[in-house]
């Protein structure tokens, strides 16, 4: 760890640069010749992209940062908080301990947190943020986690892992096996350990196979902010037998949108029916949990297709998600389409619809913008239709 970044006169250069092109302060001569420049350039790109996501370190003096990545992939305070809620108990070890934000958050409510990294800088780093945040209940353990949890003879209250995806991956879709620690080929081992394991994902792991490479999942989170699936989060417990619960989260400007129902439990279809006066649209933790008809059942919505996940009624309800009021619906021809939409400005959407959105903007040449709403989908009848809204909420 650097601790020559610590120096009044570099903490203050590096706050005065914040936001300003890495690109463009590379090319500029290093005014502290006896500190690595790149490491002064990685702590200003670094705190630049912590201002929003990780507000408490951003607003502390003193902390180091580890490379942009590193911050890129940790979790945010949001959903950090978050998780910190469903932990309890007098132990926690975190086995990929990272950049620390979720023990941060988890130090506040656990007794004694071990915080296992592998990477000795970043573990130094860490222990470093901690004492600068005043967190004396954090023990930072750089090494192996296998081992370190291998050594560790007290039971553990809780566990949790973050692995990461292998780099020959790259944009695939991926497996837990295929991901470091391997998660389902250790499990027995960490259950052996402790009764209750965390598990985060990146959101574009599939829902039922990692069903399928886990047990005893006891209660799948799906976490966005600000409707932006950020991960997934896997709670096990090993007493649970039985259907997992399915929880979804949109911690959205102050406001959390949650929406809960257990997986495999619905016998009953939801009501199709053609648009009324108000038309709904699942937040994008909802679409991500597959809870299409749960939705539409739990808040007595008719539902337009079986495929479009649109929602209708003529009463405005509070819901998880966007609200419109319908203005108009016409079916999708040329001669609707020219009087309605042709050369306007709309805001467009494509829900079980053959067209794209960038397809539908230049057939018709609509701009993007405005306060009109279109969402182009298909109905019960299975005709394409056009509904033209303004937004609610």
């Keep these: 760890m650097e601790t020559s970044l610590l120096h009044s006169e570099i903490q203050k250069y590096i706050n005065s640069q914040l936001g300003v092109a890495i690109t463009k302060l590379a090319l500029q ?5 006896n500190v690595n420049w790149i490491s002064i350039l990685n702590q200003i790109a670094a705190k630049s992209k912590a201002k ?6 951003f607003s502390t003096e003193n902390i180091i940062y580890p490379n942009k990545i590193s911050v890129e992939q940790t979790s945010s305070e949001k959903t950090a908080f978050y998780k910190s809620e469903l932990v309890f108990g007098d132990t926690l070890m975190d086995l990929t301990g990272g950049f620390g934000v979720d023990c941060f958050y988890y130090s506040m409510r656990i007794k004694k947190v071990i915080h296992c990294e592998i990477d000795t800088e970043l573990s130094a780093i860490v222990s470093h943020n901690f004492k600068q945040f005043g967190i004396e209940n954090v023990n930072c353990i750089a090494g192996d986690s ?21 780099n020959d991956l790259k944009g695939k879709v991926f497996m837990l096996k295929d991901c470091l ?15 209750n394991i965390l598990i985060k994902t990146a959101p574009i792991l599939d829902i039922s196979a990692g069903l399928s490479e886990l047990t005893n999942v006891k209660c799948l989170h799906i976490i966005a902010v600000e409707n932006e699936v950020k991960e997934l989060l896997w709670e096990l417990n090993i007493d649970f037998i039985g259907n997992p619960e399915i929880k979804t989260i949109n911690i ?15 016998i009953e279809l939801p009501l199709y029916e053609l648009p009324k006066k108000y038309l709904y649209e699942p937040n994008s933790a909802i679409m991500k949990s597959g809870g299409f008809d749960e939705i539409g059942i739990q808040y007595n919505l008719g539902k337009l297709h079986s495929h479009s996940h649109l929602y209708t ?3 405005c309800i509070d819901f998880p998600g966007r609200t419109f009021e319908i203005k108009r619906v016409f079916p999708y021809s040329k001669k609707e389409m020219k009087t309605n939409l042709e050369n306007t400005k709309a805001n467009v959407t494509n829900r079980n619809f053959p067209d794209s959105v960038d397809d539908i903007r230049k057939k018709w040449k609509i701009k993007d913008g405005g306060n009109t709403y279109c969402f182009f989908t298909t109905d019960l009848n299975n005709d394409k239709i056009v509904l033209l809204c303004t937004k609610i909420k």
Excluded: G, M, W
């Excluded at 001569?29 to 010749?33: A, G, Q, S, T």
């Excluded at 929003?52 to 370190?57: A, C, E, F, Q, S």
């Excluded at 620690?181 to 009764?195: C, G, Q, R």
């Design 52 to 57: 929003d996501k990780l507000p408490t370190y």
């Design 252 to 266: 959205a400007n102050q406001k959390l949108e949650t929406f809960n129902f257990e997986l495999n439990s619905t």
């Design 313 to 315: 009624s003529e009463e």
């Design 146 to 166: 296998f081992e370190i949890l291998s050594n560790h003879q007290e039971k553990l209250d809780c566990i949790y892992i973050d692995p990461s995806r292998r």
């Design 181 to 195: 620690p391997n998660v389902p080929e250790l499990l027995s081992f960490y259950l052996s350990k402790a009764d």
């Design 29 to 33: 001569k290093n005014p502290f010749p």
